[in-house]
């Protein structure tokens, strides 16, 4: 259903009530989103539904979208990302993620879907690796609070009890970790770049 | 609190890491304060990366549907509530197009599957929607003959067998088609949305482009409501005629046997 004529954002025309360009959202943000939330949730079926229930809520908010304040990516990004916090939290979770913790989820679909078109497939591959790379650039003590914070939804005190650090330090130390990747990003026109998506 | 400890708190909140109340305090210091707007939206971009730096992951190929038919199924369930809402005389212009527009995209979505699961869900969604249908019925008795050509125009979506779309030729307009074409029975409906409504001298122009380079031979005309949606059920098409796709082009009214107005809307079949 892609091809040229199709829109860089989709959220408009779906906020307008075109909501066969919801398979077209779902084509180009499904494996990134379902990436994050499989990270998040360590389960399929959890994050098989948390995916779901990620599209159906852009659908239903898809007026609140500003191309202005961000990428369409990282606005679905964002969604999929809350929806999967709360469900971790629901869940009597600690006691879970700390057996799954390190468990490497296996792949099966191995094929990346394509259908968001050859170009943005190839500008989003591009964007990972540079993000990859900023990351890597970080201090292992800085990546780590991001990813505690990030994708485990802890806030900045359980980190610090996590860690057996003053608040303080964590505050500081993710902080530093944020702008210097904002910094990195910006260096590399991640930006610019991730907006094109 | 200064610029520098907003942006230190934009920091923490892009990844979740500030209270409700600190959020609110940020949001509420952005909405005047454009560079720390513009902080906050970077910073938001940069823990989104988080996310596209991660190895993606196709999510189950039966999932699409299920979200699709989801989607469509609580559009239809949120048309019908605001139709009910709207008063008798409205009722007669928006009941059946909106219900026939979610209907047929349904069909469409369901069908761009295939599969025997798929088509299976298919029917169990065409039962729902024929439910709905027979509500729709009840509720507004007066629609007789809409209804009667609406029923012809499901049997056509039913069999069709083949999918495709018209899409506007500009980017300027939004407008576009569902084409559900049963070769078999030479038919086919087409659905447009977001198309102008025409007026009185105008009429909108279907078009059979082609597969054997001759010129590009009438299907007949219609009119776009005020909503700008618009069906054609098209019957007996040639047998001897290739078709190649479709296009639509806004003519004097009554149509022309030549198109001479710009191509609107075109798709290949
Ligand atoms: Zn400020």
Redesign the interface.
């Known amino acids: 259903m892609t091809n040229d004529a199709t829109p860089r954002n989709l959220l408009p025309a779906i906020a307008a009530g075109d909501t066969v360009a919801v398979a077209d959202l779902y084509d180009r943000h499904g494996s990134v989103l379902y990436a994050l939330l499989l990270k998040i949730l360590g389960d399929r079926p959890d994050a098989q539904e948390v995916l779901q229930e990620s599209f159906v809520q852009a659908w239903r908010r898809a007026a609140d979208f500003d191309p202005r304040r961000g990428s369409e990516t990282a606005w679905l990004v964002s969604i999929a990302r809350n929806r999967a916090i709360d469900r971790l939290r629901s869940r009597n979770l600690r006691a879970i993620r700390e057996e799954e913790a390190g468990r490497e989820i296996p792949i099966d679909a191995r094929s990346v879907d394509t259908d968001g078109g050859a170009e943005r497939q190839a500008i989003l591959g591009e964007l990972r690796e540079r993000m990859q790379a900023a990351l890597a650039e970080l201090p292992e003590p800085q990546r780590s609070v991001l990813e505690l914070a990030y994708f485990q939804g802890l806030s900045q005190s359980e980190i610090a009890t996590e860690l057996g650090e003053p608040l303080g330090t964590v505050k500081t130390r993710t902080q530093l970790a944020m702008k210097k990747l904002r910094e990195r990003l910006k260096d590399l026109g991640w930006f610019d770049d991730a907006r094109r998506v | 609190m200064m610029h520098e400890e907003y942006e230190?708190l934009a920091?923490?909140e892009?990844?979740?890491?500030v209270t409700d109340e600190e959020s609110r305090r940020l949001e509420e210091h952005c909405k005047g304060c454009s560079s720390c707007?513009h902080?906050l939206?970077?910073?938001?971009?940069?823990?989104?990366?988080?996310?596209?730096?991660?190895?993606?992951?196709?999510?189950?190929r039966d999932?699409?549907d299920?979200?699709?038919i989801?989607?469509?199924t609580?559009?239809v369930a949120d048309s019908r509530v605001a139709e009910a809402t709207e008063d008798a005389a409205a009722m007669r212009r928006r009941t059946i197009p909106s219900w026939w527009s979610?209907a047929a995209?349904v069909l469409?979505?369901a069908l761009f599957g295939w599969s025997e699961l798929r088509l299976r869900a298919l029917r169990e969604e065409l039962t729902l929607l024929e439910t709905e249908k027979n509500a729709v019925i009840t509720e507004n008795m007066r629609l007789g003959n809409d209804v009667q050509a609406a029923r012809s125009r499901l049997d056509t979506i039913r069999s069709a067998n083949q999918l495709f779309?018209l899409?506007?030729s500009t980017?300027s307009t939004?407008a576009?088609a569902?084409v559900f074409m049963d070769a078999t029975h030479r038919r086919a409906v087409i659905v447009f949305?977001?198309l102008e409504q025409n007026d009185e001298a105008h009429s909108y122009q279907l078009w059979i482009i082609r597969g054997d380079m001759k010129p590009p031979m009438s299907a007949g005309v219609f009119d776009v409501d005020a909503d700008g949606g618009g069906e054609v059920e098209l019957h007996d098409m040639p047998v001897d005629v290739p078709i190649a796709g479709l296009a639509v082009t806004l003519e004097p009214r009554g149509g022309l046997s030549a198109p001479s107005g710009a191509v609107l809307l075109q798709g290949k079949a």
């Open positions: 230190e920091a923490l892009a990844i979740g890491g707007r902080a939206d970077d910073y938001r971009e940069a823990a989104a990366g988080l996310a596209i730096a991660l190895p993606p992951v196709s999510p189950r999932a699409r299920s979200l699709l989801q989607i469509q609580e559009a979610a995209a469409f979505l779309r899409a506007a980017s939004a576009s569902n949305t977001d």
